[in-house]
């Protein structure tokens, strides 16, 4: 496997027992609940900004109980702006439902599978 800074890279927007939502396509089924940023934010992205992504949760049995979430929304660090308009960015959250994941593992994501934008200069977004 790849690795990124000492960390396996997770490549082609799954793994084991997870699946990265395409968010564009969920805002676009739900536009009253479901919002977005801009793809105009897309290329303001740097190494460092912290983007939240949604890690649908694809392990039959965590999905076979109720009690459990449908996914888990967590934050990546952006590490490594890559052509094609693929991204690498750290995971900076534990799972608590996906066991094949890590804090610090790098995820590989396009911008259709960004949620939301860590505002973090003067209000503003990257």
């Avoid at 396509?25 to 912290?50: C, H, M, R, Y």
């Avoid at 094609?84 to 994941?101: A, C, K, M, R, Y």
Wanted: glycine share 8%; proline share 7%; net charge negative.
């Amino acid at each position: 496997m790849e690795e990124f800074d000492g960390y396996p890279v997770r490549k082609g927007f799954h793994g084991d027992g997870w699946e990265l939502e395409d968010c564009v396509a969920a805002a676009k089924e739900s536009p009253k609940t479901f919002k977005v940023p801009s793809a105009k934010e897309a290329p303001l992205v740097e190494i460092g900004d912290n983007l939240r992504l949604h890690f649908v949760i694809t392990d039959p049995e965590v999905k076979a109980d109720p009690e459990n979430p449908r996914a888990e929304r967590m934050w990546v660090e952006v590490c490594r702006l890559e052509q094609d308009g693929v991204f690498l960015g750290h995971l900076t959250n534990q799972p608590v439902f996906i066991e094949s994941l890590e804090p610090g593992d790098v995820i590989e994501f396009k911008w259709n599978h960004v949620a939301q934008v860590y505002v973090k200069k003067a209000g503003k977004k990257k």
